[in-house]
């Protein structure tokens, strides 16, 4: 582990996390969290009883489980998981590409009655936990890549 911390990741780590059991959440709940979250499809499905939102948000939540570790390891918080400099370039992202419709969002919120504005709200976490991966990954010295 290295000595020197990246608190750039060991945020990236924290949103992660708090986007992972944000998904767990939404098992527990059912669906009307799904819905709040924008997934009205599986929002439906699951009050109908079906297993598949849960499979799907569990697959989604260890997704982020993973981008967590690798922040973290990143972050000199835990030994370097395979390819951590560059995984956590491609995490970064892949959270900041899902962060850009913030712009869409933001013209919705504005433009049509009605438009959720926590969409925008996502979007911009999104975008800023993007930013603390690629940020965070580019302070990570080569060598421990």
Known sequence: MSA???????????????IALAHVVAIVVGGPAYR???????GALAESGSW??????TLVTMVFVVFGLYALAGAGRMPPLPWTRATLFIIGAVYALRGL????DVVGSLRVPGYPARRAVFSAISLAIGLLYVFGAARMPRRES
């Open 52 to 57: 598949v939102p849960a499979i799907v948000t």
């Open 101 to 104: 419709v913030v712009i869409g």
């Open 36 to 42: 709040y979250m924008g997934a009205e499809p599986l």
């Open 4 to 18: 020197e911390r990246n608190a750039s990741l060991d945020f990236a780590a924290a949103g992660s996390f708090t």
